[in-house]
């Protein structure tokens, strides 16, 4: 047996190889009868090896010269009438099989634009001729389903510069499998830490970190784990022993990749950090002083509850959450954006459980200007589109691609988009709808009992599925969406718990566990997956409870470790080695700049004195926070963040007008300590405090002493210029 | 994907590039690719790298973006049946024998100073994807949606920048009025990044913010600041470059901000205010053509790289309502541009180019449109020893795909580099030390070598 399957390998080279129990064998084990070829089975994956069915040929919406397939082949009756019943039968001749276009274009025998893929001596072209030879059959009777595909080996710890051959091996209905290797498409999630090429062969780069490389055939998947540590002795990460889960998973992955853990921070930066990650902003003169002077041997876990409990915790928040959620006020009104925003900040002033508030925002209902919810609907007004924002922002899930097609790295198709639409299909509108270009009007948001989604290409009445798992049933006129939030939002539903912990994870840590930070899914595996679960764990047994997850992760010794890289962690950047330094996000740093210069901004549209994180829309003007990246409002979905650094922002915090005034205005902090009787070092530990968070050291208070009492100085001038130059400096503009 | 279903998210995802210049956004993990030792890449790049004479101080380029129609510009299809034709007529150019469509009268007027490759075609038919290939020469590594801006390796304007370096203390990069897709440096590093000029130069108040000094702020007080500055940061940087320390990249941006606001050479640039009423009107009073106008002006400054951004070149519907507007005007801005560097001396030194992302479908749609179509496309050159006159390739009787003389996004990047004396076929290396080829395929179009 074993004989025969190595020379069938080699006739069919890798293309139909190693086939097991399935297929009649001939006599003398030489010459076999040559396996029926199903089209799903067999001949789909040729053409998805071969790019023929992808995007940008064949598989992309209206084909190429007339020729469409499905994408990736996700649609066998499909691709199988266009191969076989389109253009009057010249892809295939059954008359004269080598005259099918399907072998002479791609073998170049005719002019194709996609270029020779399948020379005429190659086993693909073969495996195409014998198809068509046995009249180029949709299906053969009992064909085995395809069940799973399994690579081999599916980890492996690398040396730089090593290698390893892949297997794929797919498993059949009937417990047969193949070797499939020849056949998948092979694809690396991290290149420059592991390489794989289209044979399947795994090569480490010269980079220290994990790799998934993903194997795909027939529509099935299989993962494979690389791990490149980083060459040499390393002991165990001690900075960060102890007892807490956080510091234990961190501990364990950097074990495995040869990494050190950094220093733990000093005071200082830890009190920074937690100001500006929980309530978003630095801290004050004050409440710095207060911190550093304590003796308190808790003072870190005292000063993250004093945090978690102030107002200012759940405007910091909601101002992350409205990016996600806020509508464009120039499409559904100011008031429903208003109410919106309203809504938005109750729910994190109240501390309300993640739970209730998706399933509260999710089950909305009523008017507009009374409930801030409902403006969800006014906002996303078709199922589709309900979907594709309800799967990324709540599960991870990115479904957007399965609206049109089979979603290229994951199992779900249209029909489990246009399943999972229906669930939106009875949420009824009265009122008035959207009216450009104020669209100021109320809308009601109800349960109209009547309604559907079709399946595009079927049209076939689908009732609502989840996308996975069992939902509870939808009792006669009842809403949808009440069993959609309680299957959404169940305890069970891992994907609810780790989106929203890895969201999270990503605001303290800079990195997500998992990149981008809503993409889940077995082909993007998380950096550290069991941390991953142990936090989703973590807030699904505390009831869902915001503050308390962060409260678990800020007092972890993970968090708290300095940004300065050991020799064995510099080249880490997604393990958590080290803290990693992050550019203060907009609001904070323009409320920062607001508290150090005590003079306020004025914004339209809002009360005096408020913060930048009190905006209830982007649309209110701030050049300044332009500069430093917040979304723009007048995309659909707003574009990301910018995060880095950039000339823009440099150019605006030393010449803006508006900031120039703030440091230099008659009734600001510097005309203030100038004013004052203050001695010299006085104000400089007080600008130190109030900027850095931190009391200056010798040297520095020796320079600021200077500026002051050299003769010519001016009181005004140099603690403006001092005030300044704190300000223009990455301490300043960096969490670090 | 393109659909009809979702034509009009589509368009707005394909037009709406921030208005802010994102320096780097990708599907890739972008750790680690946000600072680049720049001296170790520079010595590394100038071991490897035999300088090329140097043809193009300078490189303005045009990008339409959303994909204009080969059909309406400079590939007309007379003799193609009505549905792929359109409404427009050919008209003669001043080269015997070529014909641009009805249009484009200036540019087929000046037809003998400037080039038109018919034949560029390529595989990557969203926007996104398809303004990476262009931008880059690099096609991107894994499929790219139509609204997806992202950055698989440095654009042509970043390299060069990087060649470059700044003169005069303006930036090398120029990305007027905001960046284009994929018009990043990428693993260069965010030095190279375009420096974007929101103002409109067409408004009487044209500044350039925050390059001048706040009012009441004299100049040596800012000198002062600027030393007080350099003693007060005492944060520790972190060398080791795998480290990805953005405080370093802040560094590099507080440097260019220096140079650029006490550049003398910067401020004179800006101030089109001091340009003649004629020639301002000559150029268009149009937010476009007073960009063009002062992508010349950069251009005598000494700027390596101008990319002059025009949004609105996606014509799923209305294309011939369209066009007969915007066509006027850009053909009129195009090719002021060319006789005004030409009277200026600048063009033999200066390299023009005006493309999109790709063609357009040849037939026309049921909303009146063309749809993306990556298997044609025209693309304009002129100045910088391109031989003016010269038609390059040529699509098929009915514009569907190009077939004489068919050339890569990497043929035309390879141009590019050639003239701006940057040699495609270099080594780069990533902060993480992985090389990478500047252009696979480094051929330049030889017809335009000259």
């Not at chain 2, 035999?50 to 959303?66: F, R």
């Not at chain 2, 284009?180 to 260069?188: D, E, H, Q, T, V």
Request: net charge neutral; with cysteine; glycine share 8%.
């Amino acid at each position: 047996m074993m004989r025969f399957l190595l020379s069938v390998c080699l006739f069919l080279a890798f293309l139909l190889p190693n086939v097991s129990g399935s297929f009649a064998l001939g006599e003398d084990g030489s010459n076999p009868v040559p396996p029926s070829i199903d089209f799903q089975r067999d001949i789909q994956p040729v053409l998805t090896r071969f790019g023929c069915n992808s995007g940008p040929c064949h598989g992309k919406q209206r084909g190429q010269n007339g020729f469409q397939l499905s994408l990736l082949g996700f649609d066998s009756d499909f691709d199988h009438n266009a191969l076989t019943k389109q253009s009057r039968g010249r892809r295939i001749s059954l008359t004269r099989p080598t005259a099918s276009l399907l072998l002479s274009k791609p073998s170049g025998k005719s002019p194709h634009g996609g270029g020779v893929r399948l020379p005429v001596d190659s086993p693909g072209y073969k495996l195409l001729l014998d198809w068509i030879n046995a009249g180029a059959p949709r299906s053969v009777p009992n064909t085995p389903e395809l069940e799973k595909i399994t690579v081999a080996p599916n980890e492996k710890t690398f040396g730089h510069g090593e290698q390893q051959q892949l297997k794929v091996t797919a498993s059949y209905s009937d417990g047969s499998t193949r070797d499939v290797t020849g056949l998948t498409v092979f694809q690396s999630n991290e290149t420059p830490i592991s390489a794989v090429d289209e044979d399947g062969l795994v090569t480490a780069g010269q980079i220290t970190g994990e790799a998934a490389i993903m194997a795909r055939y027939a529509g099935n998947f299989s993962i494979f784990t690389a791990s490149v540590p980083l060459p040499g002795e390393t002991g165990q990460p001690a900075s960060i022993a102890g007892d807490h889960p956080v510091d234990q998973l961190v501990s364990k992955t950097l074990v495995r990749l040869g990494l050190d853990s950094s220093e733990v921070a000093p005071d200082h930066k830890f009190l920074r950090r937690v100001y500006i990650d929980i309530i978003g902003r630095i801290p004050t003169l004050e409440e710095a002083q207060k911190f550093l002077d304590s003796d308190d041997s808790n003072k870190r876990g005292v000063l993250v509850d004093q945090l978690l409990a102030n107002p200012e915790y759940a405007e910091h928040w909601a101002n992350k959450w409205a990016d996600l959620l806020r509508p464009n006020p120039y499409h559904v009104g100011i008031k429903a954006t208003r109410n919106y925003d309203e809504w938005i900040r109750e729910a994190f002033r109240k501390n309300q459980p993640y739970d209730e508030f998706v399933r509260e925002l999710i089950t909305a209902k009523g008017s507009t200007f009374r409930n801030g919810n409902a403006t969800f609907f006014r906002n996303r007004r078709k199922p589709d589109e309900l979907t594709t924002i309800v799967s990324q922002l709540f599960l991870g899930i990115r479904l957007e691609c399965a609206k049109c097609h089979h979603h290229p790295f994951e199992v779900y198709g249209q029909k489990d988009f246009y399943s999972f639409a229906a669930y939106f299909a009875k949420v009824g509108r009265k009122g008035t709808g959207i009216s450009a270009p104020i669209s100021g009007s109320e809308e009601f948001i109800y349960n109209k009992n009547s309604g559907s989604v079709r399946h595009p290409l079927t049209n076939e009445v689908l009732s609502p599925k989840p996308i996975f798992g069992e939902a509870p049933e939808i009792p006669e006129g009842a809403d949808p969406r009440d069993s959609l939030a309680a299957w959404m939002t169940s305890p069970d539903n891992h994907y609810f718990a780790q989106t929203m912990v890895n969201r999270i994870w990503t605001d303290l840590m800079k990195i997500g566990l998992v990149n981008p930070v809503d993409d889940l899914r077995a082909t993007n595996p998380a950096s550290n997956p069991e941390l991953l679960k142990h936090l989703g764990d973590e807030f699904v047994s505390n009831k869902f409870d915001i503050k308390k997850l962060i409260r678990h992760i800020v007092l972890s010794k993970t968090y708290s470790l300095s940004s300065i890289p050991t020799d064995r962690n510099a080249v880490d950047n997604r393990y958590f080695s080290r803290h990693y330094r992050q550019r203060l996000r907009a609001e904070v740093l323009l409320d920062s700049v607001i508290q150090i210069t005590q003079v306020p901004e004025t914004f339209s549209a809002m009360a005096p004195n408020s913060r930048a994180k009190e905006l209830w829309t982007h649309r209110i003007g701030s050049l300044f926070l332009d500069a430093y990246g917040r979304p723009d409002p007048n995309q659909d979905p707003p574009c990301e963040r910018v995060s880095d650094p950039t000339v823009v922002q440099t150019l605006h915090l030393m010449n803006s007008e508006n900031l120039f005034k703030k440091v230099t205005s008659d009734k600001g902090w510097a005309a203030e300590l100038a004013k004052s009787d203050i001695a010299p070092a006085e104000i400089v530990k007080k600008m130190y405090l109030a900027i850095y968070s931190r009391y200056p050291n010798d040297k520095e208070l020796d320079i600021g002493v200077n500026l002051y009492e050299n003769e010519e100085s001016d009181r005004r001038l140099i603690s403006e210029d001092l005030m300044w130059a704190l300000m223009n400096t990455p301490e300043f503009v960096f969490k670090d | 994907m393109a659909s009809n279903k979702n034509h009009s998210s589509l368009s707005r995802n394909c037009n709406g590039i921030t208005r802010r210049n994102c320096l780097q956004f990708g599907l890739t993990a972008a750790i680690g690719a946000g600072f680049t030792d720049l001296l170790k890449l520079r010595s590394d790049a100038g071991e490897k790298a035999a300088h090329l004479p140097v043809k193009a101080k300078s490189c303005i380029l045009i990008w339409l973006d959303g994909g204009p129609t080969h059909y309406e510009t400079f590939d007309p299809k007379p003799n193609a049946p009505t549905e792929i034709r359109g409404e427009f007529f050919p008209i003669a150019t001043k080269v015997p024998g070529v014909q641009f469509s009805e249009h484009m009268t200036k540019l087929a007027e000046m037809a003998d100073k400037i080039s038109i490759v018919r034949s560029i075609r390529h595989n990557q038919g969203n926007h996104g994807a398809g303004n990476h290939y262009m931008m880059t020469g690099a096609p991107p590594r894994i499929p790219v949606g139509c609204g997806a801006f992202v950055s698989f390796h440095p654009s042509l304007g970043a390299v060069a920048a990087h060649d470059r370096g700044h003169q005069n203390g303006l930036p090398a990069y120029f990305s007027i009025p905001s960046m284009s897709r994929s018009g990043g440096p990428n693993f260069l590093g965010a030095k190279y990044a375009p420096f974007v000029v929101p103002d409109n130069p067409n408004s009487s108040s044209f500044r350039v913010r925050d390059v001048a000094l706040p009012r009441g702020l004299k100049d040596d007080r800012f000198a002062n600041r600027k030393d007080l500055r350099t003693i007060v940061d005492q944060l520790p940087r972190f060398e080791n470059k795998a480290s990805a320390d953005p405080a370093r990249s802040l560094d590099e941006n507080y440097t260019q901000s220096y140079d650029l606001i006490s550049s003398p050479a910067a401020q004179k640039a800006f101030d089109i205010s001091s340009e003649e009423d004629a020639v301002r009107d000559r150029y268009g009073r149009t937010s476009f053509g007073q960009r063009a106008l002062l992508g010349r002006r950069l251009v005598e400054a000494g700027v390596p790289f101008i990319t002059l951004y025009e949004g609105g070149w996606d014509h799923h519907s209305d294309l011939f309502k369209t066009c007969k507007k915007r066509l006027p005007e850009v053909d009129n801005t195009v090719a002021t541009l060319i006789q005004d560097l030409e009277e200026r001396g600048l063009l033999d030194e200066t390299l023009v180019v005006m493309l999109g992302e790709f063609g357009r479908t040849p037939k026309i749609n049921e909303r009146g449109g063309r749809d993306h179509w990556a298997n044609a496309m025209s693309v304009l050159m002129a100045g910088a020893g391109i031989p003016g006159g010269t038609i390059v390739g040529a699509t098929d009787r009915q514009g569907y795909s190009a077939v004489d003389r068919v050339l890569s996004p990497e043929n035309f990047a390879s141009t590019i580099y050639r003239k701006l004396g940057i040699d495609p076929n270099q080594l780069l290396y990533t902060p993480q030390g992985r090389p990478a080829h500047l252009v696979s395929d480094p051929t330049p179009i030889t017809e335009l070598m000259g």
